[in-house]
């Protein structure tokens, strides 16, 4: 099955800081989704974006298909920021991974006042 | 719009009993999921449901975990006789059918709150 690296783990940061999340995914995909997971362990949906950038609010992100990566950037960060980023990719193999979504291990976010 | 609903929100049970989880889809979503988030890592996906069938169950513990989704909407999980290495996060998901939607987005799963099962 498909590999999904998330990196860095960890990543601390104070409030305004700016900040570059990335996944890196072993073989081609039809669906990229990038979640953030809140303290409460709701998952919330911030891009679906198999291909191309896309920019909402402070949050913007970048899938680069070709090269198998995508990159999520946080501008001037929160405190409400925080939270694990998880990165989830759905395999192209013909129709057999269809709707799957495999997750990356998450980078955990933490940002100080 | 409404998203999807589960419940209960947590359970706490003895090794050997058995619990369901119920999820309800976002309205017109034909695909559901389940997953299993283990504390520190991502969810795993157990069982893919569409509109009333099974898609993949390829992940399922089918020796002690079962799901239904009758009529196509509402969904249940089953745990029978949970184990303690079941204490996890059950996520349910949903989205719209691939192949009847014209949007954009036809693919984009949207997850509920979740339920924290432990197992003591």
């Known amino acids: 099955g498909i590999q999904v690296e998330q990196s860095p783990p960890d990543l601390i940061l104070q409030e305004g800081a700016n900040s570059t999340l990335r996944c890196n995914f072993s073989?081609?995909?039809?669906?990229l989704q990038w979640f953030h997971q809140n303290p409460w362990g709701q998952l919330i949906n911030l891009f679906y974006?198999?291909?191309g950038t896309k920019q909402n609010g402070r949050l913007s992100a970048t899938t680069v298909a070709t090269e198998r990566y995508s990159l999520l950037y946080i501008s001037s960060s929160q405190t409400t920021d925080s939270g694990v980023y998880f990165c989830?990719?759905?395999?192209?193999?013909?129709?057999?991974?269809?709707?799957?979504?495999?997750f990356g291990q998450g980078t955990i976010l933490t940002v100080h006042p | 719009e409404a998203g999807v609903a589960q419940s209960p929100r947590y359970k706490i049970i003895e090794k050997r009993q058995s619990v369901a989880f119920w999820c309800n889809p976002i309205?017109?979503?034909?695909?559901l999921y389940w997953y299993q988030q283990i504390l520190g890592q991502g969810p795993k996906l157990l069982i893919q449901?569409?509109?009333?069938?099974?898609?993949?169950d390829s992940q399922l513990p089918k020796d002690r975990f079962s799901a239904e989704r009758l009529k196509g909407v509402d969904s249940t999980l089953k745990i029978q006789p949970a184990k303690l290495e079941d204490s996890a996060v059950y996520l349910c998901?949903?989205?719209?059918?691939?192949?009847?939607?014209?949007?954009?987005?036809?693919?984009?799963?949207?997850f509920g709150p979740g339920t924290r099962l432990t197992v003591l």
């Open positions: 309205s017109g979503h034909a695909t």
């Open positions: 073989d081609s995909v039809n669906n």
């Open positions: 998901a949903s989205s719209l059918d691939r192949w009847t939607s014209g949007h954009s987005s036809y693919n984009e799963q949207f």
């Open positions: 989830a990719v759905e395999q192209k193999d013909g129709g057999t991974s269809y709707g799957k979504l495999t």
């Open positions: 449901f569409q509109n009333n069938g099974v898609v993949d």
């Open positions: 974006i198999p291909s």
